[in-house]
């Protein structure tokens, strides 16, 4: 089979050369075309197991209860020294309230915020109420008449104690106040999708920058741009982008007659700095939320770019000494990049975008084109120095010898990769189909467009060059005749006993693996960056922030007014503000109390529920189903639940205790509590989607490469010998993931199915060879020197290489792009040790207990 397709392939690669190339080439330059206008595309959805439980009830009752996709802007008062005897700032004075008021109204008017969900002091949706000699006085929290009189401010004081929302929307310490808004996914009108990284831009620009500049700049036009004139301005803006002017891109703050956004270029308009009216150097803004994410890791992403131009003169340099000749160290690096190019070109022909947390996926396929095209350059080599072919005939030589085992390789990568499809996250999804359209990119590039150059190059003098070969093989001698010991019983038991030892470390630690976050904050980021430090500010100023778990208690018509439902809902809210983890817990019985308790003089033993219904009526009949603590006809109350953080202990221990309540104190209650919306609620799908799909998926990738190692050579002693080392590999990635506290999420799981892809090529080549020489009758030690010869130094080339390039990352501004960094040199450091000295290791194994052909080739008769 193998001699039938190379036949009818070879004439189609070589007998007509210039065609070929120039069919590859033209794809290239379609793709290349087709990659330029790929673009960012990042999605809160995306992120969400869409199919799981929780997510169906987050879906149901988005629109009634609000989704999860959350911004909170906490304006602050900075900390000082304060004189003794003098009182503490708080926010009651008027330059608080009136940069509040600003920043709200700015919020209001960003692209994407859901305006009838942005609530702040200066929202009518805040609302206190007070018993009063004439009944109930209900009213918002900073009246529609505000002037900052010290009368009106002692007001406000008064009306923040009585709303309750201290804590909530104002800090425990009364020195800031928070803003939160909801942001829509689509445009309920055109349906476009939201643009995140502007919105991340014009949070920086409109909100914080506003009270941090001192500087305001005014942008105004240069020409005439309908229906502007030239000099009116079109847009205010509180950030000096300096030389990157022309590249950025307004929205003028006034539509056109079709009420359409203008847009209008950095390069038409010229830039007036004059000073700003709303810089107050006393306060601070602090940001967080999914969409302030995306745009401090989009941001952090254009230094990845660096790093992947500081890979490839790495790469290239490592390729220049090991290939002896720039000429040659420029193909393989060529070939990998114009797979790269293919790569996203054909993502955009899909017609999808990348997302900045699929910005590492370039970066694999870079380093597989790069592998590959170093064995296929190393075994041209060996054809011209060794067998003194002409480039022509080595091509073909190398092309028979190495296109079919390195494209079931790249094959078996495509199918493994395809396996995450399996974990139903859109993310994952989309990673595996950009990686897995990456593979079939090096297949063309590395099996078709590599194989046509080389047989192109000149070697000027052969001989010379043959002696260059020769001196670089020499080289290698001494570590090969060391490393070949393994394929001995001196080498083998001692290695195989250490392999055991570590499965042993690597069993223990796994069931310590974090399924989701071990870290506070947003791991994606470094632990001292800006957003993280934002994110601190709002935790330990106020007992909410956008960590958000709501539990949806379904119960009959008009249900709050039932005192058994409602006894059982306040019972499950003090369970939870009782919980390790949980900030706060709010729900309607919650507000009830405190409403019963304010009609009777606050005396706390009012503060119950009443039995009696008409009573519960008048109590939950005064708060507004606006307050989103229950629908119309009250049969639909949601628990809401601050948590401190959103590490995955904090999300499991939370979700138990609404779990062992349902069983326990629910039945009977008439109530049905359902998991769960809000931003924990996702996160907790994801977890759970993570947790149950894991095994599922490493199991597939490696079931995979089993069944094409064994349709490949055959021999359930290659099957042994080449996945053995990589399920090894695996587990010790998870325990080293366990001991230095990186969660397996939607993130880390791809990583791990990519580190056991690239493993497989190492142990598929190496074993080709290998056999091959067994099958001459060589020992096995003999064999295993043989093939070190040839194909060894190439395996420990590319991985060593790759080792290099990856670890670059450990330097990157992104956590996660750090952590990945890590566990990737772990997992080429494990598969190339596992390549190596496992390999022979366990063929001396099979030799000893497996039926030996005459041949001198391993396999079961």
């Given at each position: 089979?193998?001699e039938?397709?190379?036949?009818?392939?070879?004439?189609?690669?070589?007998?007509?050369?210039?065609?070929?190339?120039?069919?590859?080439l033209?794809l290239?330059?379609?793709?290349?075309?087709?990659?330029?206008?790929?673009?960012?595309?990042?999605?809160?959805?995306?992120?969400?197991?869409?199919?799981?439980?929780?997510?169906?009830?987050?879906?149901?009752?988005?629109?009634?209860?609000?989704?999860?996709?959350l911004?909170?802007i906490?304006?602050?008062?900075?900390?000082?020294?304060?004189?003794?005897?003098?009182?503490?700032p708080?926010?009651?004075?008027?330059?608080?309230?009136?940069?509040?008021?600003?920043?709200?109204?700015?919020?209001?008017?960003l692209?994407?915020?859901?305006r009838?969900?942005?609530?702040?002091l200066?929202?009518?949706d805040?609302?206190?109420f007070?018993?009063?000699?004439?009944?109930i006085n209900l009213?918002?929290?900073?009246?529609?008449?505000y002037?900052?009189?010290?009368?009106?401010?002692?007001?406000?004081?008064?009306?923040?104690?009585?709303?309750g929302?201290?804590?909530r929307?104002?800090?425990?310490?009364?020195?800031?106040?928070l803003?939160?808004?909801?942001?829509?996914?689509h445009h309920?009108?055109?349906?476009?999708k939201?643009?995140?990284?502007?919105l991340?831009?014009?949070?920086?620009?409109?909100?914080?920058?506003?009270?941090?500049?001192?500087?305001?700049?005014?942008?105004?036009?240069?020409?005439?741009?309908?229906?502007?004139?030239?000099g009116?301005?079109?847009?205010?803006?509180?950030?000096?982008?300096g030389?990157?002017?022309?590249?950025?891109?307004?929205?003028?703050?006034?539509?056109?007659a079709?009420?359409?956004?203008?847009?209008?270029?950095?390069?038409?308009?010229?830039?007036k700095?004059?000073a700003?009216?709303?810089?107050?150097?006393?306060l601070?803004?602090?940001?967080?939320?999914f969409?302030?994410?995306?745009?401090?890791?989009?941001?952090?992403?254009?230094?990845?770019?660096?790093?992947?131009?500081?890979?490839?003169?790495?790469t290239?340099?490592?390729?220049?000494?090991?290939?002896?000749?720039?000429?040659?160290?420029?193909?393989?690096?060529?070939?990998?990049?114009?797979?790269?190019?293919?790569?996203?070109?054909?993502?955009?022909?899909a017609?999808?975008?990348?997302?900045?947390?699929?910005?590492?996926?370039?970066?694999?396929?870079?380093?597989i084109?790069?592998?590959?095209?170093?064995?296929?350059?190393n075994?041209?080599?060996?054809?011209?120095?060794?067998?003194?072919?002409?480039?022509?005939?080595?091509?073909?030589?190398?092309?028979?010898?190495?296109?079919?085992?390195?494209?079931?390789?790249?094959?078996?990568?495509?199918?493994?990769?395809?396996?995450?499809?399996?974990?139903?996250?859109?993310?994952?999804?989309?990673m595996?189909?950009?990686?897995a359209?990456?593979?079939?990119?090096?297949?063309?590039?590395?099996?078709?467009?590599?194989?046509?150059?080389?047989?192109?190059?000149?070697?000027?003098d052969?001989?010379?060059?043959?002696?260059r070969?020769?001196?670089?093989?020499?080289?290698?001698?001494?570590?090969?005749?060391?490393?070949s010991?393994?394929?001995?019983?001196?080498?083998?038991l001692?290695l195989?006993?250490?392999?055991?030892l570590?499965l042993?470390?690597?069993?223990?630690?796994?069931?310590?693996?974090?399924?989701?976050?071990a870290?506070?904050?947003?791991?994606e980021?470094?632990?001292?960056s800006?957003?993280?430090?934002?994110s601190?500010v709002?935790?330990?100023?106020?007992?909410?922030?956008?960590d958000i778990?709501?539990?949806?208690?379904?119960?009959g018509?008009?249900?709050?007014?039932?005192?058994?439902?409602?006894?059982?809902?306040?019972?499950?809210?003090?369970?939870?503000?009782?919980?390790?983890?949980?900030?706060?817990?709010?729900?309607?019985?919650?507000?009830?109390?405190?409403?019963?308790?304010?009609?009777?003089?606050?005396a706390?033993s009012?503060k119950v529920?009443?039995?009696?219904?008409?009573?519960?009526?008048?109590?939950?009949?005064?708060?507004?189903?606006?307050?989103?603590?229950?629908?119309?006809?009250?049969s639909?109350?949601?628990?809401?639940?601050?948590?401190?953080?959103?590490?995955?202990?904090?999300?499991?221990?939370?979700l138990?205790?609404?779990k062992?309540?349902?069983?326990?104190?629910a039945?009977?209650?008439?109530?049905?509590?359902?998991?769960?919306?809000?931003?924990?609620?996702?996160?907790?799908?994801?977890?759970?989607e993570i947790?149950?799909?894991?095994?599922?998926?490493?199991?597939?990738?490696?079931?995979?490469?089993?069944?094409?190692?064994?349709?490949?050579?055959?021999?359930?002693?290659?099957?042994?010998?080449?996945?053995?080392p990589?399920?090894?590999?695996?587990?010790l990635?998870?325990?080293?993931?366990?001991?230095?506290?990186?969660g397996?999420?939607?993130?880390?799981?791809?990583?791990a199915?990519?580190?056991?892809?690239?493993?497989?090529d190492?142990?598929?080549?190496?074993w080709?060879?290998?056999?091959?020489?067994?099958?001459?009758?060589?020992?096995?030690?003999?064999?295993y020197?043989?093939?070190l010869?040839?194909?060894?130094?190439?395996?420990?080339f590319?991985?060593?290489?790759?080792?290099?390039?990856?670890?670059m990352?450990?330097?990157?501004?992104?956590?996660?792009?750090?952590?990945?960094?890590?566990?990737?040199?772990?997992?080429?450091?494990?598969?190339l040790?596992?390549?190596?000295?496992?390999?022979?290791?366990?063929?001396?194994l099979?030799?000893?207990?497996?039926?030996?052909?005459?041949?001198?080739g391993?396999?079961?008769?």
């Open positions: 089979m193998t039938a397709i190379l036949r009818a392939v070879i004439p189609l690669i070589y007998a007509r050369r210039w065609l070929s190339f120039s069919v590859l033209l290239s330059l379609l793709f290349g075309l087709q990659a330029l206008q790929l673009k960012p595309d990042a999605g809160f959805e995306k992120q969400i197991p869409l199919e799981h439980p929780y997510m169906k009830v987050f879906k149901e009752y988005q629109q009634a209860f609000g989704g999860a996709n911004i909170s906490a304006l602050m008062r900075e900390g000082g020294a304060v004189a003794p005897g003098a009182e503490k708080t926010i009651y004075d008027p330059l608080f309230l009136d940069r509040l008021k600003t920043l709200s109204d700015a919020v209001f008017f692209p994407g915020v859901d009838t969900r942005v609530s702040s200066f929202t009518p805040l609302t206190y007070e018993v009063v000699e004439g009944g009213g918002n929290v900073v009246p529609r008449n002037t900052p009189s010290p009368e009106m401010l002692a007001d406000i004081r008064q009306r923040v104690a009585k709303a929302i201290i804590g929307y104002v800090a425990s310490d009364q020195n800031g106040a803003i939160v808004a909801e942001l829509l996914e309920p009108v055109t349906g476009e939201l643009d995140y990284k502007r991340a831009d014009l949070l920086e620009d409109q909100l914080r920058q506003r009270i941090a500049s001192p500087t305001l700049y005014e942008y105004r036009l240069k020409a005439d741009h309908a229906p502007y004139r030239a009116d301005i079109v847009w205010h803006g509180y950030t000096d982008y030389w990157k002017l022309r590249y950025q891109r307004f929205e003028a703050e006034q539509k056109d079709e009420g359409q956004a203008i847009l209008v270029d950095g390069d038409e308009l010229s830039v700095a004059v700003n009216p709303d810089y107050a150097p006393g601070s803004v602090h940001i967080i939320g969409a302030k994410v995306i745009g401090d890791v989009t941001d952090a992403s254009t230094e990845v770019i660096a790093y992947f131009f500081v890979a490839m003169a790495l290239l340099g490592l390729l220049w000494w090991f290939c002896g000749s720039l000429r040659l160290a420029l193909l393989p690096l060529l070939a990998a990049l114009v797979a790269v190019v293919w790569e996203l070109g054909l993502l955009r022909l017609g999808f975008g990348l997302d900045p947390f699929a910005i590492l996926v370039p970066f694999l396929i870079l380093s084109g790069v592998s590959h095209g170093v064995q296929y350059v075994g041209w080599a060996n054809e011209v120095a060794e067998n003194q072919f002409t480039p022509l005939e080595a091509s073909i030589q190398t092309f028979r010898r190495l296109a079919i085992p390195g494209t079931i390789a790249i094959l078996t990568d495509v199918i493994g990769f395809a396996t995450l499809a399996f974990i139903q996250i859109d993310i994952v999804r989309e595996a189909l950009n990686a359209m990456g593979m079939a990119a090096v297949i063309a590039t590395n099996k078709l467009l590599l194989p046509i150059l080389l047989s192109w190059v000149r070697v000027a052969p001989a010379q060059f043959a002696a070969h020769h001196r670089r093989r020499a080289m290698g001698e001494p570590l090969w005749r060391r490393l010991v393994f394929a001995t019983a001196r080498g083998a001692p195989l006993a250490l392999c055991l570590a042993a470390w690597a069993i223990h630690m796994y069931p310590k693996l974090t399924v989701g976050d870290q506070a904050g947003v791991p980021l470094r632990p001292d800006r957003y993280n430090h934002d601190a709002v935790v330990n100023n106020f007992a909410i922030g956008v778990l709501k539990v949806i208690a379904e119960t018509e008009y249900g709050c007014l039932d005192h058994r439902v409602m006894d059982n809902l306040d019972g499950l809210v003090w369970r939870l503000q009782n919980t390790e983890g949980v900030a706060s817990a709010l729900a309607l019985p919650t507000v009830a109390r405190e409403v019963r308790g304010l009609w009777n003089e606050n706390p009012w529920l009443p039995r009696n219904r008409d009573a519960m009526a008048q109590l939950v009949g005064r708060i507004p189903s606006s307050a989103g603590l229950q629908n119309l006809d009250c639909r109350m949601p628990v809401l639940v601050f948590t401190s953080d959103h590490r995955a202990e904090t999300l499991d221990r939370v138990a205790v609404v062992d309540y349902q069983a326990q104190e039945p009977g209650s008439g109530v049905n509590y359902r998991l769960a919306s809000g931003n924990v609620g996702v996160m907790a799908a994801t977890n759970e947790r149950a799909r894991e095994v599922v998926v490493i199991v597939w990738v490696h079931l995979t490469l089993l069944i094409f190692v064994w349709l490949s050579f055959r021999s359930l002693a290659a099957v042994i010998c080449i996945i053995t990589l399920v090894l590999c695996s587990l990635t998870y325990g080293f993931m366990a001991s230095i506290g990186i397996m999420k939607a993130a880390t799981l791809p990583v199915a990519f580190g056991v892809g690239i493993g497989v190492d142990g598929i080549y190496l080709g060879v290998f056999a091959h020489y067994l099958g001459r009758g060589l020992s096995l030690r003999e064999a020197m043989q093939a010869r040839s194909t060894g130094k190439a395996v420990l590319t991985s060593l290489t790759l080792i290099v390039a990856v670890a990352w450990l330097f990157s501004g992104l956590q996660f792009q750090a952590d990945m960094g890590l566990l990737l040199v772990t997992m080429f450091t494990a598969n040790l596992g390549a190596l000295l496992m390999l022979p290791a366990l063929a001396w099979c030799a000893k207990f497996l039926p030996m052909k005459p041949s001198g391993l396999t079961i008769q």
